[in-house]
């Protein structure tokens, strides 16, 4: 499902990239796989997230992965464990699941308490059950153009460009932003795909500039509303990772992107909106993971 927008003051017409309606579009064919699966007596692959503390948002995406791991007819294990764990202890539970054949995907929710180290934690991970893709196995399988468990929102944000573009080689892709969860992982995908890639970050000099020869412009660098609309190339795709809470002039927040989206209206060909974009695609493609996680691990017979 795509919304158009138009701007009254330019010819271009924006089309608005409904993600929530294409994510579930995406977990419509997974349940259709599960559901096949049972009928021919197998095991429905396994989730297992692992949430150390009370940060509230941490617990709302913790409880929106196991209800839609549930929806889609997978088995869901939830483990919360209190603030104080030591790292000894959680990486003890990983280390069990890893060994648990009922359990095809592991992910240990972020951030994790200051005491705990994350790439410790994250790199006790069977690679072959990481399903973030943030292992450093399935990192350097990427970075060398091997199959490898992709982590979730760029993999949802390569599925988007290929479906609402269709073949990408030989754009030129800009991704603002050099984090190993979107970043890094974004621009391997896309070279993999015969873009011309550019990273750009905080140092880049002259960023507007860089941001202006994109065909395709991935913003993930966590600044609200950083892009402006005559950064953005006239016609060029759009994918905006960010999510930033910000106080409006009411004393209310509300979430915005890396991109001023109102602004890129008239200008940019396709946009993703925040919130209703990349989000939804991140779950999604947990799911998608852990079935594809599942497969690999047992020769596609569960």
């Known amino acids: 499902m795509r919304i158009s927008m138009a701007s009254t003051m330019s010819a271009l017409e924006t089309t608005v990239i409904d993600g929530k309606a294409f994510a579930a579009s995406i977990t ?25 503390g009370e940060d509230p948002a941490s617990q709302v995406y913790v ?6 791991t549930t929806a889609v007819g997978m088995q869901s294990y939830e483990h919360r464990l209190p603030a104080d764990t030591t790292e000894a202890d959680l990486i003890a539970l990983v280390e069990r699941l890893n060994a648990d054949p009922a359990v095809d995907g592991i992910l240990v929710q972020l951030p994790l308490p200051a005491h705990l180290d994350s790439s410790a934690v994250i790199n006790a991970i069977d690679p072959a059950k990481d399903v973030d893709g943030f292992h450093v196995v399935n990192a350097g399988r990427l970075a060398a153009g091997l199959n490898a468990l992709v982590p979730c929102t760029p993999l949802g944000c390569l599925l988007m460009l ?6 990408l080689s030989g ?12 970043g890094k992982p974004m621009a391997q995908l896309l070279l993999q795909e015969n873009c011309t890639v550019t990273i750009a970050h905080s140092r880049t000099r002259d960023l507007a500039e860089e941001c202006r020869q994109a ?6 660098v966590g ?16 994918i905006d990772v960010g999510i930033n809470r910000i ?13 001023d989206c109102d602004s890129a209206l008239g200008t940019a060909g396709q946009i993703t909106p925040v919130p209703g974009g990349v989000g939804p695609m991140t779950i ?7 079935l594809t996680a599942a497969k690999a691990r047992t020769g596609s017979g569960l």
């Not at 106080?247 to 991109?259: F, N, Q």
């Not at 999604?284 to 852990?290: E, I, K, M």
């Open 63 to 68: 409880r929106n992965k196991g209800r839609q």
């Open 28 to 52: 419509e064919s997974i349940a259709a796989e599960v559901a096949a699966l049972k009928a021919e007596g197998k095991r429905a692959p396994g989730l297992a997230v692992v949430l150390v």
């Open 162 to 167: 290929k479906h609402f573009i269709g073949d």
């Open 215 to 220: 065909d395709i412009l991935i913003a993930a």
């Open 284 to 290: 999604a493609c947990l799911l998608r993971n852990t």
């Open 171 to 182: 754009l030129r892709a800009v991704v603002v932003g050099r984090s190993n969860i979107v």
């Open 223 to 238: 600044r609200p509303n950083l892009i402006k609309g005559d950064w953005i190339k006239p016609g060029a795709t759009v």
């Open 247 to 259: 106080e409006g002039p009411d004393g209310k927040t509300r979430l915005v992107g890396d991109v």
